[in-house]
């Protein structure tokens, strides 16, 4: 057991890292521009800084095998395309709908673990999508592809598919590499994919926008998972998940802080059956074998 004083120090860090994380869905309200630039300046900026930060401790960038350098940019592309539909859902609802919706993704992981390392589905699972569905049920006032509540919930859906399947490939590679390197590479590969959708004529960032980014980036990506991984030497993987559950809690808190943005009794009955399922599934998977 770690002493006390060290614990303690490492319960803080996740927590503070976990109410970092709970910033980034205020910046899809607070910057007018596309999801795609927005996720591309985040991950510029995050992986300058997490190169700096292994400069500076001295540690080796190099990847052994050659070929999880493919998995990585293939995790990199996941990682685009989850931030720009999160984003995405952000812009076109509230904040509370995208970070309730996108927190479904240990349900989806509940379904595809199994298919991807070929074990035998768990019908409890199935249950615990009962549950998750009955809150994106309550979540969405109203079942109409031009309501703006039910496209915000149907982008962050896709946002909790593709951190669920991000998720389940970084564990192979967290478990040969250090995690700071694989998000190092993650984000440099993500904005390598990203440059094609910000390479446009016409394209102008005034210097709020560019300090609002630089911020996202430096402080709540990359100083954010620094400061998890960092946690987990001492706290442990299963309690870092449980404290991760209170990411949504932060985000609707602070969105209703800075953007006055109040969740609807309805949205909150929601969000707490999509919480509960996906907080069970996560218990679940830790008890694993």
């Known amino acids: 057991m770690p002493p006390v004083e060290t614990r303690r120090r490492s319960l803080v860090e996740v ?13 899809g309200k607070w910057l007018p521009l596309s999801p795609s630039l927005i996720v591309f300046g985040r991950v510029v900026f995050a992986a300058a800084t997490l ?18 350098l493919v998995r990585l940019a293939a995790c990199g592309l996941l ?14 609802s509230t904040v509370a709908v995208g970070l309730l919706a996108y927190s479904s993704f240990p349900v989806f992981t509940a379904f595809l673990e199994p298919l991807l390392e070929r074990e ?6 199935l249950a615990l999508a009962l549950v998750c569905v009955a809150g994106i049920g309550l979540i969405v006032p109203r079942f109409d592809l031009t309501d703006a509540a039910l496209q915000g919930t149907l982008w962050g859906l896709a946002a909790g598919l593709t951190f669920a399947v991000l998720s389940l490939l970084n564990r192979r590679l967290a478990s040969r590499h250090p995690s700071l390197v694989v998000a190092f590479y993650q984000d440099l590969f993500a904005a390598v ?9 016409g394209l102008s960032l005034s210097g709020r926008d560019l300090a609002l ?3 996202l980036g430096v402080f709540f990506t990359a100083l954010a998972h620094t400061l998890f991984i960092d946690g987990l030497r001492d706290v442990g993987a299963r309690t870092a998940s449980v404290l991760s559950s209170l990411e949504p809690v932060y985000g609707i808190l602070l969105a209703l802080v ?12 929601g ?16 008890r694993a074998p």
Do not use: N, Y
Request: hydrophobic fraction near 55%; proline fraction near 9%.
């Open 120 to 125: 035998s589905w768990d019908p409890a699972s």
């Open 193 to 201: 994919f990203l440059l094609p959708a910000v390479l446009r004529p």
């Open 258 to 269: 800075f953007l006055k943005e109040s969740p609807s009794p309805r949205t909150v009955s």
């Open 51 to 68: 190169a700096a930060v292994l400069a500076f401790g001295r540690r080796p960038l190099g990847v052994r095998p050659r070929s999880d």
């Open 271 to 286: 969000g707490a059956l999509v919480l509960l399922a996906a907080a069970a599934a996560t218990v679940r998977a830790r």
């Open 79 to 92: 990682l685009a395309v989850h931030w720009t539909v999160f984003f995405k859902s952000v812009q076109v």
């Open 213 to 215: 980014i630089a911020a």
């Open 15 to 27: 927590h503070l890292a976990v109410f970092l994380f709970g910033f980034p869905g205020l910046f």
